[in-house]
C-alpha cells in the first residue's frame, strides 16, 4: 500500500482549507442545495478559515467512534492526496463515509485504496459493523471507486445510488 491515514495537526489544517476552496476538486459538490454557511452553489467550494481549524478538529478528530477524518497520504511521495472521513448518521443508525481526492491525484486509485484503508480502521472497532454512502448515479467514478472498495448497492432512487458495506460477521 502505498497510501496512509494521517491525522492533521493544526499545522496540516492549510491543505484542508486549499482542498476545499479548489474548484476543479470541489465541482462534485456544486448545486447539491448543501446548506452551510461559506458554501458557494456555484463552485462547490467551501470556505475554512483559520478562525474555524481548531473547533473542526475538536469536533472530526475526537469524537471516534461518533466521527472521524483523516487525510490520505501518499508515503511515495510524502504529499497528501485527498481526505477521508466517516461519521455517524442518527436516521439510518449506521456511520456513512466520504472521500475527496485533489483534482490533480485523480484517476491513480487513490480513492479505492483511501476507501479500503478507512473501512479496515472503522470496522476495528466494534460499534461500527456497517457503512453507507449515497451517491449520484451519474457520479461513475466514485461508484466505481465504492464499488472496489467493497461496497454493495442496496437500491436505486430519485437519481441516487445508495451503497453499503458491512463488517464480516455483522448481522444482514
Known amino acids: 500500500m502505498r497510501l496512509k491515514l494521517h491525522v492533521p ?6 491543505y484542508r482549507q486549499g482542498l476545499l476552496a479548489d474548484p476543479d476538486t470541489m465541482s462534485y459538490n ?4 448543501f446548506d452551510a454557511e461559506g458554501y458557494d452553489p456555484s463552485t462547490g467550494c467551501i470556505d ?15 469524537r471516534e467512534p461518533a ?7 501518499d508515503e511515495d511521495t510524502g504529499c497528501f492526496v485527498g481526505e477521508i472521513c466517516y461519521y455517524y448518521d442518527m436516521e439510518r443508525d449506521s456511520h456513512n463515509v466520504g472521500v475527496i481526492i485533489e483534482h490533480k491525484h485523480r484517476n491513480k486509485g487513490y480513492a479505492t485504496e483511501g476507501l479500503k484503508l478507512i473501512t479496515e480502521y472503522a470496522f476495528r472497532r466494534e460499534e461500527i459493523d456497517c457503512l453507507h454512502v449515497d451517491l449520484p ?9 465504492y464499488m472496489t472498495a467493497g461496497f454493495r448497492e442496496v437500491r436505486q432512487d430519485g437519481g441516487t445510488c ?11
Open 9 to 14: 495537526g493544526l499545522k496540516d489544517m492549510s
Open 30 to 33: 456544486a448545486m447539491n442545495g
Open 48 to 62: 475554512f478559515p483559520v478562525t474555524d481549524w481548531r473547533y473542526w478538529r475538536d469536533v472530526w478528530l475526537y
Open 67 to 73: 466521527r472521524y477524518s483523516a487525510y490520505l497520504l
Open 137 to 145: 448515479l451519474d457520479n461513475e467514478p466514485a461508484l466505481r471507486a
Open 162 to 172: 445508495h451503497l453499503i458495506l458491512r463488517k464480516e460477521g455483522a448481522d444482514q
